[in-house]
């Protein structure tokens, strides 16, 4: 598998210290897997789908903020389901160099002071309610910044994203460079084929090897076998229709892959601590704000 070339850039230092974005965009034209030497910190506006990072495959929804380290490979998969009447997704992005957290460090005794002892964290990071609701507001009101208050923004958010406790880790990094390939090969195969079976000897064979070495290669560095691995891909899956949808679940449950609602409601039941049903109407307590 090749990486995929990024639709962005950083601009030349000599004219920013950072890129901010609000970007709407055709989800068929959305940047795959990827990953650059920047920190990336991600609002979703409009949308959900399905996110990779680093060793991670978690969907992901409107409102969230993640926090994406450099060099980490991620890739945000959209629902075209999600999308506006113009078939558009949207989210609000800041990505910045390391070096730009340093030199603020190392110049304003003001960002020093709030960082002094910061460990950076290496994984991605999915900011809970209370950062998340703090960043969004910054990222929004700067959208409609010029770039001296965009500076401004970015002072803010440093100390922000960077001592927040209320995160949950959404991604490690896959630190052989085989490994990262070949896990970014099984979950592209996954994300393309859920919908159908999958056996043993297909995903074995897409890989190069043979069906007990990779069942032996899964279980070692995902710590489940494939099978499940599969099973809450299209949970994930199937939640995030749940949420942001009004298929009914038995057209959910053969939208996701099961061929049986009953053993669907059942495994979600299982997994999920719920029945499908009851999901939903959790879901659409929550957004209501109940």
Same mark, same amino acid.
């Given at each position: 598998?090749?990486?995929? =070339?990024?639709?962005?850039?950083?601009?030349?230092?000599?004219?920013?210290?950072?890129?901010?974005?609000?970007?709407?965009?055709?989800?068929?034209?959305?940047?795959?897997?990827?990953?650059?030497?920047?920190?990336?910190?991600?609002? =979703?506006?409009?949308?959900?789908?399905?996110? %990779?990072?680093?060793?991670?495959?978690?969907?992901?929804?409107?409102?969230?903020?993640?926090?994406?380290?450099?060099?980490?490979?991620?890739?945000?998969?959209?629902?075209?389901?999600?999308?506006?009447?113009?078939?558009?997704?949207?989210?609000? %992005?800041?990505?910045?160099?390391?070096?730009?957290?340093?030199?603020?460090?190392?110049?304003?005794?003001?960002?020093?002071?709030?960082?002094?002892?910061?460990?950076?964290?290496?994984?991605?990071?999915?900011?809970?309610?209370?950062?998340?609701?703090?960043?969004?507001?910054?990222?929004?009101?700067?959208?409609?910044?010029?770039?001296?208050?965009?500076?401004?923004?970015?002072?803010?958010?440093?100390?922000?994203?960077?001592?927040?406790?209320?995160?949950?880790?959404?991604?490690?990094? =896959?630190?052989?460079?085989?490994?990262?390939?070949?896990?970014?090969?099984?979950?592209?195969?996954?994300?393309?084929?859920?919908?159908?079976?999958?056996?043993?000897?297909?995903?074995?064979?897409?890989?190069? %090897?043979?069906?007990?070495?990779?069942?032996?290669?899964?279980?070692?560095?995902?710590?489940?076998?494939?099978?499940?691995?599969?099973?809450?891909?299209?949970?994930?899956?199937?939640?995030?229709?749940?949420?942001?949808?009004?298929?009914?679940?038995?057209?959910?449950?053969?939208?996701?892959?099961?061929?049986?609602?009953?053993?669907?409601?059942?495994?979600?039941?299982?997994?999920?601590?719920?029945?499908?049903?009851?999901?939903?109407?959790?879901?659409?307590?929550?957004?209501?704000?109940?």
């Amino acid at each position: 598998m090749e990486d995929v =070339v990024i639709p962005y850039e950083l601009p030349e230092k000599d004219d920013h210290s950072f890129f901010f974005i609000d970007q709407r965009v055709d989800t068929r034209v959305e940047a795959k897997l990827h990953r650059h030497d920047a920190w990336e910190l991600y609002y =979703v506006v409009r949308g959900h789908g399905i996110r %990779m990072a680093g060793d991670t495959l978690q969907p992901f929804a409107e409102g969230d903020v993640v926090l994406i380290p450099p060099a980490l490979y991620h890739q945000w998969d959209y629902d075209p389901s999600s999308a506006d009447v113009d078939g558009r997704v949207r989210y609000l %992005m800041v990505a910045f160099s390391h070096s730009l957290v340093e030199n603020c460090v190392a110049v304003f005794p003001e960002l020093r002071n709030r960082l002094a002892g910061v460990t950076f964290p290496t994984e991605a990071l999915k900011f809970g309610p209370e950062t998340s609701r703090v960043v969004r507001r910054v990222l929004m009101e700067m959208n409609g910044m010029d770039e001296l208050g965009r500076l401004c923004g970015m002072f803010r958010l440093l100390p922000i994203v960077f001592t927040a406790k209320d995160y949950a880790s959404v991604g490690k990094p =896959v630190r052989i460079e085989r490994d990262v390939r070949r896990m970014q090969q099984i979950s592209a195969y996954v994300m393309a084929h859920y919908v159908h079976p999958i056996s043993l000897d297909d995903i074995a064979a897409e890989v190069g %090897m043979n069906r007990s070495a990779f069942c032996s290669y899964f279980k070692r560095r995902k710590g489940i076998t494939f099978s499940r691995f599969v099973t809450r891909y299209r949970l994930d899956t199937a939640c995030g229709l749940l949420a942001h949808s009004r298929k009914s679940v038995s057209e959910i449950c053969y939208l996701v892959g099961f061929n049986d609602v009953l053993h669907f409601v059942r495994v979600f039941a299982k997994e999920k601590g719920m029945p499908p049903g009851k999901y939903r109407r959790k879901c659409l307590a929550q957004a209501r704000g109940e």
